[in-house]
C-alpha cells in the first residue's frame, strides 16, 4: 500500500555509474512468423521502395533510433545454412523451416540484411549456427562478409554484388544453446568447446570481432547460472560479451503491483550474471574483459508460436497494453542503471513478432511500448548516473516493498544536458516528486515527455491507434536547484535538462 505521495529524486553529475554503451538501444529481427518478411521486406506492399523493403517500417526505426541490429535468429539461426540466402534469389532453395514450423522462401538473406542495416544507419550484428552448423561454416560466414576481395568465400560475395567487404564487427556464437528446444541444443560444456573453437577460427578470419557467447536463455532455466559459469571459464579470453535472454508477461500471473515491479527481476539478473563474470575473470586468471548482451528482451504474452508450413505466418503477434509499456520503460531503466556491466541489448522482435510494430500490407500500428524505447534511445546518452530515490513504498506478492518510482538518468557532458527517467508504477497515487540537483543545477527543462494513462490494461489499436502515445507535457520550472513535477499514476515521464 503506498504510504505518502511525495518523493525526492536526487541527482549528483559526478555521481557516474559508467558511459552508456549506445549498442543499449539495439533490435533483433528473425526469419520467424511476419518479422522479415511483411515486416522488414514486402514487396507486395505499396509501401515498399525498389528493393522491397517497407518505407514506414524504416522510418519508424530510424525515429527509434536503433543502433544495432542482431540477424538472422533465434531459434532459427541453429537450423539455418547461410549459403540458402545469398547469391540469385532465383536459385535460393524454398525450405522447411524446423524452428517454427515454417516454409522459409530464401528471398532475403544476408546481403540484403546489410542493405537494409545501410539504409537505416544500424550497425549489424551476425550470429553463425551452432546447431546444425560446423565450426567451418561459421569461419566461412566471417570470410564471406569481412574479408577483402581474392579469396574463394570474398569472391563469392562479390559475385553476388558485393565488392567492399560488410565489415560486420558483432558475431553471435549460436543462439539459447542451453534451451533442450533449441535445434542441435548441447551441454554446457559441449558448447563451450565448440564455441570456443569456431570463436578463434572466426577471430583468425577477421582479429577486429567481437565474438557473443551463448549464456542462459532466462532466469529460470535450470541450468542458471552453472551454464554461464562453465561456458564463461571455457571461453573467457575468446568472447567479448556473454548473451542473456529474458522475456515477461503479465498474463498468467494477472498480478498488476508485482508485474509493474518487473525491475527488480530485471536487475537481479544483472546482478547474478554481474558475479558469474566476475568469478569467471578470477578464476580465469585473465585481464580481459567480458560484458553483458541482452539481446532478446520482451513483453511476450501467450500466442500462436507454430507456423503450420505457411510462409509467413502470423505468429507471437499481440498487442502491448499501458502496463506493458512501462515494464519496458523500467528495462531500459535497469539497461542504464547497469550501464557498468551491460553494454548490448536488443529489443525482440523489432516489427510484428513480439513487436511493438505491427503491419497490415498497406499500414503500420505503433502499440504502447513503442514510445518508451523511442523516448530513451532519444534522450539518454553520456554517462549514467547514480541516483537516489527516496520515495513512497507500495506492497507487491512477488517482490515485498518496492518504492513507488523508478528512476534512472543520464549526462552529457559534451552537451551539458541530463536526462531523467521515471516510471510511477502506483495505480492509484500522483507522487509530487522534488528533483535535486546536488552538484551543478540546469537552468531549465528543454524537453518533457510523458507517457500515461487511468486502465493498465488500456492498448493501442487499428480503430484507436492514438490511445496511449507519448504526450509532449508543460515544461516543469526549476527553482533553488530543484525541479517538481506531479507524477500521475501509471506513468513514464522522460525529461531532457540543460
Ligand atoms: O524471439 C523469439 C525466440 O525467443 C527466439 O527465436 C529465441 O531465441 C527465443 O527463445
Redesign the pocket.
Known amino acids: 500500500m503506498t504510504i505518502s505521495n511525495t518523493a525526492t529524486v536526487l541527482i549528483d553529475s559526478n555521481r557516474v555509474i559508467a558511459e552508456i554503451s549506445p549498442l543499449l538501444f539495439g533490435g533483433?529481427i528473425?526469419h520467424?512468423g511476419r518479422c522479415v518478411y511483411e515486416g522488414i521486406y514486402d514487396p507486395k506492399s505499396s509501401l515498399a521502395d525498389e528493393t522491397g523493403l517497407r518505407t514506414d517500417v524504416m522510418a519508424a526505426i530510424r525515429d527509434q533510433k536503433y543502433t544495432v541490429l542482431r540477424y538472422p535468429?533465434?531459434?532459427?539461426l541453429s537450423g539455418y545454412n547461410w549459403l540458402d540466402g545469398v547469391g540469385p534469389k532465383a536459385s535460393r532453395p524454398r525450405r522447411r523451416e524446423l524452428?517454427w514450423q515454417s516454409i522459409e522462401t530464401n528471398q532475403f538473406g544476408t546481403n540484403e540484411f546489410m542493405d537494409f542495416c545501410k539504409k537505416v544507419d544500424i550497425a549489424p550484428m551476425m550470429g553463425v549456427n551452432m546447431g546444425t552448423g560446423t565450426i567451418q561454416s561459421a569461419a566461412d560466414l566471417v570470410e564471406y562478409c569481412n574479408a577483402p576481395r581474392g579469396t574463394y568465400w570474398s569472391d563469392l560475395r562479390a559475385s553476388h554484388g558485393y565488392a567492399a567487404p560488410h565489415a560486420v564487427k558483432y558475431w553471435c556464437v549460436g543462439?539459447?544453446m542451453d534451451?533442450p528446444?533449441q535445434i542441435g541444443h548441447l551441454e554446457a560444456i559441449d558448447y563451450a568447446r565448440k564455441a570456443l573453437e569456431a570463436a578463434k577460427m572466426m577471430r583468425w578470419q577477421d582479429p577486429g570481432i567481437k565474438t557473443v557467447l551463448c549464456g542462459s536463455?532466462n532466469d529460470r532455466m535450470a541450468t542458471f547460472p552453472e551454464w554461464d559459469r562453465i561456458a564463461l571459464e571455457t571461453t573467457w579470453d575468446k568472447m567479448d560479451y556473454l548473451s542473456i535472454?529474458m522475456?515477461t508477461t503479465n498474463h498468467h500471473d494477472q498480478d498488476t503491483p508485482s508485474y509493474l515491479a518487473s525491475a527488480r527481476r530485471f536487475e537481479d539478473f544483472v546482478d547474478t550474471m554481474a558475479a558469474t563474470l566476475r568469478y569467471a575473470k578470477a578464476k580465469t586468471r585473465s585481464k580481459h574483459d567480458v560484458y553483458l548482451s541482452w539481446d532478446?528482451w520482451?513483453v511476450?504474452h501467450p500466442g500462436q508460436h507454430e507456423g503450420k508450413w505457411a510462409e509467413a505466418p502470423h505468429l507471437?503477434e499481440v498487442g502491448y497494453n499501458l502496463e506493458d509499456a512501462l515494464v519496458v520503460a523500467q528495462w531500459l531503466n535497469v539497461f542504464l542503471r547497469k550501464a557498468d556491466v551491460l553494454k548490448v541489448a536488443c529489443v525482440?522482435?523489432v516489427v510484428n513478432?513480439?513487436s511493438w510494430l505491427q503491419t497490415t500490407t498497406d499500414g503500420l500500428l505503433k502499440h504502447t511500448s513503442y514510445y518508451p524505447f523511442k523516448l530513451m534511445a532519444n534522450m539518454a546518452h553520456g554517462v549514467s548516473l547514480d541516483v537516489l530515490t527516496r520515495a513512497p513504498l507500495t506492497t507487491t506478492k512477488q517482490y515485498g516493498d518496492m518504492p513507488v518510482l523508478d528512476v534512472s538518468a543520464s549526462y552529457d557532458a559534451a552537451l551539458g544536458t541530463t536526462g531523467v527517467f521515471v516510471v510511477n508504477r502506483s495505480l492509484t497515487e500522483t507522487i509530487e516528486t522534488n528533483i535535486t540537483f546536488e552538484s551543478t543545477a540546469p537552468g531549465s527543462v528543454t524537453e518533457a515527455w510523458q507517457l500515461s494513462g487511468t486502465e493498465p490494461t488500456a492498448m493501442n489499436s487499428w480503430e484507436h491507434p492514438n490511445a496511449i502515445t507519448a504526450q509532449a507535457i508543460a515544461k516543469p520550472g526549476i527553482r533553488d536547484g530543484v525541479c517538481t513535477l506531479r507524477l500521475p499514476p501509471l506513468s513514464f515521464t522522460a525529461l531532457t535538462l540543460k
Open positions: 533483433f528473425e520467424m535468429g533465434g531459434n532459427f524452428a543462439n539459447e534451451g528446444w536463455s535472454h522475456y532478446e520482451q511476450w507471437a525482440a522482435q513478432i513480439i
